[in-house]
């Protein structure tokens, strides 16, 4: 085995995350090859003294003697303070029945009071704005994204407010932590304050549409038809207001291949000629003037979405100032945008965004991805 | 991971989940040490770091009951405590602006060379990189978690964790070659 090989191993074997065979070749070939040894032998001292530093480190943090009876208060508390929520049969407290209920609340907000709180022509606008932060299309996801929202018009006001009593069953119970929020209860008591601490990100309408009736867990119609009724009227206005996309882009928004949305669009959206080990294109979407690609790369998802700038909303000082980061996209002024993320069962993540407009467009890639990678797929576009 | 799960950790959490009030507390004692460190040494400030951890059990206990065991209690409890903490360090850098521009030229950033460079105490280079590195450092050397569980803690991609660690390693070899020696 060659040296610059074995090298490449070395990290590994000090990370404890080589095979076994691997680890037979690492050893041999440093039993006979003094550079290879010399250097692995430095490391070994390195990660030796970084290990004795940081355990050191720690152990020296002392840790509050009253530690655990200050966090056994605050959970008797939090008991007092909802002893409802223990009363619930397990099935009214689990995610897929507040999905359901949502659901219900989605859609008979939909048909009942569309016209009521309709504002389509502003939420498009507002909903083309930012590019695909979506995730993983999980129950809720959709939901939550929009119940993460603090900025709710003021006559919605009174309708935020109840859902937010009931929202302790409709956070806790179905809707997962997001960015902000790292759990429930932070977001919920920080209020706005917590929310303001992450950019709150709409998500793209073609990922919404794909998720936003899809991927309410699958709601049953008969079963959605039986909400509790002392909810549904209370919230529907709300839900209706943050769930405009998944009913006004549904008209528009088209999947297919590249190449009918190439057709379609009359313009051949910008393919990436690199993509990362096993990323493969899983499907595409469009609406006039704008088209979406959804990759996959292992657990990883990026989306590349090409767009005209009026729709996509894209202002460079704007995002520098709201905290982007400039980067370059082939010689191009782009911005890097970085968010935290969490989802139902508290997996966290960071979502990145790389956007920048040339030629009468405007690009976003998004993703999972580290923003090196995200940054090489971006300037592989052509 | 389902392979690594500890069983008795497993236990305690199903019987927490039918409302077995002890049985969380005993979460609580089994976690809670190691939660305050790692809050700790991301935060830099013991106050933040309880509040931390504080309201880390809360939302966990909050959201029990649809915890599904996919992974395990201690990988969940960390996601949120690192989550909290990123929360919190987000909330402190709106609050200081200056502040928040050098978090952000650090975070994705590289070594801070010129800033590690002629310090000679070991502990201060550790203290002096960025967030997400000592994060790394910690859950890998102080809490003795693998990579993969790490990478599952902080939603990053393995390679990333071990890019971290290695970074960190060469970093110190190359001290150490410059024949600087760090007094432990």
Known sequence: MRCDAVKLMIDDFLDKTISVKKAVIVEEHLGKCESCRDEFEKLQR???????????????????????????????????????????????????????????????????????????????????????????????????????????????????????????????????????????????????????????????????????????????????????????????????????????????LKKGTLEEAARENDFSPARPSYLPGGAELQDVSWSPGQVCQSYRSGGLHFKIVQGRPDLMGFDYEEELRQGGKPVSINGLKAVLQQNRFETEDGAAGTETSVRWTTGGWTFAVSGGLPPEELIKIASSLK | MPGEKNLSEENIVRMAQSGDEDAFAQLVHMYSADAFRTASVVLRNRSDAEDVVQEAFLTCYRKLHSFRMESSFKTWFYRVVVNLCYDRLRKINRENAAYGRISLSNRTGEWDMSEVEGRLDLKEMVASLSTEHRLVLTLYYGMDLGVQKISEILGIPAGTVKSRLNSARNLLKERLERGREYAL
């Open chain 1, 46 to 252: 390195a990660d030796a003294l970084l290990r004795k530093t940081v355990v050191e480190m720690v152990s020296q943090i002392e840790v509050p003697a009253d530690l655990n009876g200050r966090i056994k208060e605050a959970l008797a508390r939090e008991r007092a303070r909802r002893p409802w929520m223990r009363r619930l049969p397990p099935v009214l407290r689990s995610p897929a029945f507040a999905a359901v209920l949502l659901a219900a609340v989605a859609v008979a907000g939909i048909f009942g009071m569309h016209g009521l709180f309709n504002r389509d022509a502003r939420r498009t606008d507002v909903v083309m704005q930012e590019p695909g932060i979506a995730y993983q299309s999980e129950a809720g996801d959709a939901y939550r994204e929009e119940l993460k929202k603090s900025r709710v018009p003021e006559e919605n006001l009174a309708d935020k407010n109840i859902a937010q009593e009931n929202g302790s069953m409709l956070q806790f119970d179905g809707i997962p932590p997001g960015y902000g929020e790292a759990g429930s209860g932070a977001g919920q008591e920080k209020g706005p304050d917590s929310q303001a601490a992450v950019p709150v990100r709409q998500s793209l309408p073609m990922e919404d549409e794909k998720r936003g009736v899809a991927g309410t867990g699958e709601p049953s119609p008969s079963i959605t038809g039986e909400p509790s009724p002392s909810i549904t009227p209370s919230i529907t206005p709300s839900i209706t207001e943050k769930l405009p996309m998944s009913v006004n882009r549904a008209q528009t």
